[in-house]
């Protein structure tokens, strides 16, 4: 099993930034892919992004420009850097981890983004 634990999420005014971790733990090796996706109410979760083992990364759309992922090996640890929030960029965002062809999900922090 893998455990994700993220944190950094919160309120931030359109143009600021945030930065979330996601600290994995457990039987965490190998872990393949990880990444962030959110979620809004009546919406499906989507990709936000993600980062192999390797380092290769790939990005939404909608955040390209402005996030970045990167991922320490050594601390088990993901991270997404937000800058230059939007308000449409507000909600739950998930961390996910890729072990073996099974995923595992963090429980989600929130993110508001204020107009």
């Known amino acids: 099993q893998v455990q994700l634990v993220e944190s950094g999420g919160g309120l931030v005014q359109a143009g600021g930034s945030l930065r979330l971790s996601c600290a994995a733990s457990?039987?965490?090796?190998?872990?393949?892919?990880m990444g962030w996706y959110r979620q809004t109410p009546g919406k499906q979760r989507e990709l936000v992004a993600d980062?192999?083992?390797?380092?290769?990364?790939n990005y939404a759309d909608s955040v390209k420009g402005r996030f970045t992922i990167s991922r320490d090996n050594a601390k088990n640890t993901v991270y997404l850097q937000m800058n230059s929030l939007k308000p449409e960029d507000t909600a739950v965002y998930y961390c996910?981890?890729?072990?073996?062809?099974?995923?595992?999900w963090g429980k989600g922090t929130l993110v508001t983004v204020s107009s």
């Open positions: 996910n981890a890729l072990r073996w062809g099974k995923d595992y």
């Open positions: 457990g039987s965490i090796f190998p872990i393949n892919t």
């Open positions: 980062i192999t083992s390797g380092g290769t990364t």
